[in-house]
């Protein structure tokens, strides 16, 4: 997995963005740098999907039926384009199976976790001492999304509660 951190943290780099600051109001400019674009259609119980037949990032239509408030509808949409984008700069030449390999779908993750949190700006939050809501705000991503990256890069940030997350590799 550490080479996908590498290719996200290179294509912040060609991309043009600073990877110590989060990322996630450049997603509009990321797919349109590879030449892609993004739809809104209804796609069932999907998320979302990459169509590379028509260079489109495919957001489900419905996924406001999907999510249980307006945050969570915004973190998933942000995570649903970095996740497909992720699997336009891993996987284009291994896509058209079905179903997907449980492999590929957590290489995109992962992908769309270091694009979305880059490590040098998840250590930078995390020096300021600020809280998970915060956390979440800022980086446009849900709560479940930064428990898990902060958990990865063995960092600790306080909850509304007073207790910890992020704790451990």
């Not at 260079?55 to 942000?78: F, P």
Request: charged residues 20%; neutral net charge; aromatic residues 8%.
């Amino acid at each position: 997995m550490d080479c996908i951190e590498e290719i996200a943290q290179a294509d912040l780099r060609r991309w043009g963005a600073d990877p110590a600051r989060p990322t996630a109001d450049l997603l509009d400019r990321f797919v349109s740098q590879v030449g892609l674009a993004y739809i809104h259609e209804p796609l069932g119980d999907l998320y979302g999907m990459l169509d590379l037949s028509r260079g489109t990032i495919v957001l489900n239509s419905m996924m406001a039926d999907l999510c249980s408030c307006v945050e969570d509808l915004l973190a998933t949409s942000v995570w649903t384009i970095a996740h497909e984008l992720g699997h336009f700069r891993l996987h284009r030449a291994s896509l058209g199976a079905w179903p997907p390999r449980p492999t590929l779908e957590r290489e995109a993750n992962f992908y769309a976790a270091c694009l979305l949190m880059p490590r040098e700006a998840v250590f930078w939050w995390s020096s300021l001492g600020g809280g998970i809501d915060r956390f979440c705000e800022l980086f446009q991503v849900s709560r479940t999304s930064a428990r898990i990256r902060l958990k990865k890069l063995g960092v600790s940030v306080k909850t509304g509660r007073g207790c910890l997350v992020g704790l451990g590799q």
